[in-house]
């Protein structure tokens, strides 16, 4: 036997294999691996590809803030789709909350209204708006309106959802303790549709987002959407990348809040 | 009717009275109709503890709930002390369940403090009385922990510690140790005797197990296959808090094989039943009945 026996010494792992293990364990160096290599390539592209009429360098981009913020009209339209955001936001969380918990509370709203409430939101709503523009003028009105009913329909399914699959075990104890309707609601309901009511409102959130924007960039007299369109006029890209770049950290500081706020909320579940 | 084994004397101190009761789920015809409980008759004493045991489907669990006031039964009445039950007495009966009905979303403390908020006690008392309560039940350091921090053992625990803070007269445990190991539901059976001895509290207990009915209980009411009625009580002769030399002594295997020949027949039955009952008593939870 021995005389057969050969002693392979195991080879050290291989540099490929190490680097894998190593990705493996920290997610988080392939995922910024990945956004440089695209700014890279988006830098290569458009400093020796692409007409420069269409497309900016993000290095370029990325200083032309300050010649954004003071382009004249700028910080005045910033101010007015933050404004326009705020209060569709909240107009879309007030209705999506009365909505979905009284749709979402009785087994007669539910059955009653639930499919019109999917019907619409399964409606392209881009399709409407002149209506919108019809109805509520070329002002703020139109935009809070069409963030309005692009945020509402994702928060009222979070809060029928919320409310729905609420163990039948916990109202039975709550009222087997006593508890009255409203503490039922304040302490049982409630509190079991906190998380689905946060990632309710985050999509709740990009849908105001999209729809004021949609509406601004539509009827383009006021607004980051309307400064969008001059600069793609003008053939301005690096101060329409730099105007998209700040309205996308708005989001995503936006987002990110929300998201806070939920892990907050939901530390219960573990 | 024929097998309410408590004497007419005690009747007048009985804590729960139960008369005539029978109990339906659905209605007459449907496919959903369950005839879960027939004419059912009980006093609980004062003080006892009464453990409800049968096949599954018999009612059982339908009979507390309607003591508690959780179910509205089809016709009969039960009293508590000289109250007709017509709806969840807080402050008078407290449950304990076999499914974890501690709230998620708060702590067990947190929990403890809730059901004192619904009960109505006053915002004075409800600290002082919760960490007595945790106390009672070992539980004084684990507080701040939320449910799913722990053991299914120790979340029963809790549960009976938010029932004790209430500090009504009478417990009503459906099954509350139904879900837990062999080996953790001797411990707290053991632990609850104990506890229990001390507060002469009334209690109701339903139970599959023959064992923990022996060796908890001052009277086993028996019940038929469904639909159910009791079939015989029989008495534990024994004093609380047990020890448990009680589960090896032959006087334990004497009661249990006593309980055992009169379940056997009754389980068999229930055996060649659909299992429709249990289904229409989860959807009566779910739509909490009453």
């Given amino acids: ?270 | 009717m024929t097998t309410i084994a408590t004497p007419d004397a005690a009747k007048a101190d009985a804590a729960i009275r139960v008369r005539n009761v029978s109990h339906h789920f659905g209605e007459e015809g449907e496919a959903r109709h369950v005839r879960a409980l027939l004419d059912t008759s009980l006093d609980v004493e004062r003080g006892e503890l009464l453990c409800l045991i049968g096949p599954s489907g018999c009612g059982k669990s339908t009979l507390l709930n309607v003591m508690g006031g959780l179910f509205e039964p089809t016709t009969g009445t039960v009293t508590v002390g000289d109250k007709p039950v017509r709806g969840p007495m807080p402050h008078d009966i407290a449950f304990i369940f076999q499914e974890n009905a501690l709230f998620p979303w708060n702590t067990i403390f947190e929990n403890i403090m809730l059901g004192m908020t619904f009960q109505g006690v006053p915002k004075s008392e409800r600290e002082d009385r919760a960490r007595r309560a945790l106390e009672a039940v070992g539980l004084d350091e684990f507080a701040d922990h939320y449910p799913s921090q722990l053991s299914g053992g120790m979340r029963q625990r809790a549960a009976l510690a938010r029932a004790l803070s209430l500090e009504t007269s009478i417990l009503l445990m459906d099954e509350p140790f139904g879900a837990l190991d062999e080996q953790t539901r001797m411990v707290l059976g053991e632990d609850l005797s104990v506890l229990l001895s001390r507060s002469k509290k009334t209690i109701v207990f339903v139970t599959h197990s023959l064992g923990e009915a022996v060796f908890l209980a001052d009277r086993v009411a028996v019940f038929s296959a469904r639909p159910g009625t009791i079939k015989e009580v029989i008495e534990i002769d024994e004093p609380h808090p047990r020890k448990p030399e009680f589960m090896t002594s032959a006087k334990f295997h004497t009661l249990r094989d006593r309980l055992y020949e009169l379940l056997h027949d009754e389980i068999r039955k229930s055996m060649s039943q659909s299992a429709k009952p249990k289904r229409a008593y989860e959807d009566a939870v779910a739509k909490g009945e009453a």
């Fill in chain 1, 1 to 270: 036997m021995s005389a057969t026996t050969q002693q392979i010494s195991a080879p050290s792992p291989g540099i490929v294999l190490r680097l894998k293990r190593y990705m493996l364990r920290h997610p988080g160096v392939a995922r910024l691996g990945v956004v440089l290599l695209l700014f890279v390539a988006w830098e290569i592209a458009a400093r020796w590809f692409v007409d420069p009429m269409f497309l900016a360098p993000p290095s370029k981009v990325l200083f032309a803030f300050d010649d954004v913020l003071a382009t004249r009209g700028v910080p005045a339209a910033l101010r007015l789709t933050f404004f326009e955001l705020a209060i569709a936001f909240s107009i879309a969380v007030v209705i999506g909350v009365v909505v979905g918990l009284a749709v979402g509370l009785s087994k007669f709203g539910n059955r009653s209204f639930m499919p019109i409430i999917l019907l619409l939101y399964g409606i392209p709503q881009i399709t409407i708006l002149p209506i919108f523009i019809l109805y509520f003028g070329i002002g703020a009105a139109s935009k809070i309106a069409f963030g309005v009913t692009h945020g509402m329909f994702p928060i009222m399914m979070a809060v029928v959802a919320g409310v729905q699959n609420i163990k039948p075990i916990l109202m039975v104890s709550a009222r087997s303790m006593g508890a009255s309707r409203w503490q039922i609601l304040r302490y049982v309901i409630y509190p079991h549709m906190i998380p689905s009511f946060f990632s309710g409102m985050r999509l709740g959130m990009t849908g105001v987002l999209l729809g004021v924007l949609l509406a601004e960039l539509y009827v383009s007299t006021a607004g980051i959407g309307y400064f969008t369109s001059v600069f793609t006029q003008n053939f301005d890209p690096t101060k329409l990348l730099g105007l998209v770049a700040m309205l996308a950290a708005m989001a995503i500081v936006l987002n990110e809040v929300v998201r806070r706020a939920e892990v907050h909320f939901a530390r219960w579940r573990d």
